[in-house]
């Protein structure tokens, strides 16, 4: 099959919404990563997306809406819920809900709950209205691969695979939405994201973050899989270690390997001379460029030599996150 990279025109919309009625599966822009979206009620097309990128079949995918969505359709609303969806949306928070069982049991891998999200892109948000029916749609990459943030990252994955990818340009935000649990008293967040524990709960007064106990089944099974991982070869180090970093380097040099850093702005100017990925200074930089740059390495660099940015908190949470499993470290 061929795939059309179109801009959002009507006529790619009113295209897209006949893929949609077909059961096909249709990628598109948003605000943080493209989409890989499907019918949220149409099971085949649902199991479709998990085939598409060889997704594990116990993990969840979110449902995309317009703003003027009814969600009362398909979850129930808990109180406080009300006040976060009118800060926030439209935007990067994904809040999960008890589901009402509107879509196929196959969107939430059984469980009773549903996650649902409102994206701001204008190309997302022009595709919800047109087909006005809830898109299940996972971030459109191959499973384990890095997301993608710009079409041609998922034309990468999966040209010749599907019919059509709506082109809204580079996804801004850059990494995935933040994942927030809204079936207790309290919020939790499942998934760090630009939507952080600071902002919600200066908005309902308090949010908690999960962590996955050893032994525990996960609240969000996502969090449980290998991520977001280049396809070269990597290796990491600590602010503090950049001289065994630099020795790494030269290691790679040596065997006539092509090593790159992958670094925050001011660990870049100290190795200049070097070849460098400069992730940007501030935590909302590194973010809109983690994904292009491990998707730049995987095709320059023998070995990606990540070095792990200082600042904590806030959005460099859900970067750090993200960072940390495209090199196969885990969080403490
Ligand atoms: P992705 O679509 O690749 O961005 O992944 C979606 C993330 O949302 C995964 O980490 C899922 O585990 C999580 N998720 C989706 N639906 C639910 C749900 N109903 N309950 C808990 N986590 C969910
Ligand atoms: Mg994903």
């Given at each position: ?201 200066s908005v309902v007064g308090a949010c908690g ?25 990597t290796a990491f180090f600590s602010a503090d ?92």
């Amino acid at each position: 099959m061929k795939t059309l990279v179109l801009p959002p025109s009507a006529d790619t919309l009113e295209y897209a919404k006949e893929l949609i009625k077909a059961g096909e599966v249709v990628a598109f822009h948003t605000e943080t990563v493209y989409g890989l979206g499907a019918d949220a009620r149409n099971d085949a097309a649902v199991r479709k997306i998990f085939a598409l990128k060889g997704r594990p079949a116990d993990n969840p995918l979110i449902s995309h809406v317009h703003s003027g969505y009814d969600i009362s359709v398909l979850v129930e609303t808990p109180p406080y819920t009300e006040a976060l969806r009118r800060a926030f949306l439209p935007g990067p928070l994904t809040m999960v809900y008890p589901s009402k069982g509107k879509v196929s049991p196959a969107v939430s891998c059984g469980l009773p709950t549903l996650s649902v999200r409102v994206p701001s892109s204008p190309t997302a948000q022009a595709f919800l209205r047109a087909v006005d029916v809830p898109i299940a749609a996972p971030s459109a990459n191959r499973s384990k691969h890095v997301s993608p943030v710009t079409a041609q990252h998922v034309l990468d994955d999966f040209e010749g695979d599907i019919p059509l990818i709506i082109d809204g340009g580079a996804s801004q935000g850059g990494i995935e939405s933040t994942v927030l649990d809204c079936t207790g008293e309290v919020p939790q967040i499942l998934r760090a994201g630009l939507v952080t524990r600071e902002m919600i709960a200066s908005v309902v007064g308090a949010c908690g973050i999960y962590h996955m106990r050893a032994g525990e089944k996960p609240k969000s099974p996502g969090m449980a899989y290998k991520h977001y991982a280049p396809g070269c070869r990597t290796a990491f180090f600590s602010a503090d270690n950049t001289e065994e970093a630099v020795r790494c380097y030269g290691r790679e040099k040596g065997a006539n390997g092509r090593p790159y850093f992958l670094a925050e702005h001011a660990v870049c100017e100290r190795l200049s001379g070097y070849d460098c990925f400069d992730l940007g200074a501030s935590p909302e930089e590194m973010a809109a460029n983690l994904y292009a740059l491990l998707r730049e390495g995987e095709r320059k660099a023998t070995l990606l030599i990540g070095i792990e940015p200082r600042c904590r908190g806030g959005v460099m949470d859900g970067v750090r996150n993200r960072l940390l499993r495209a090199f196969g470290q885990s969080e403490n």
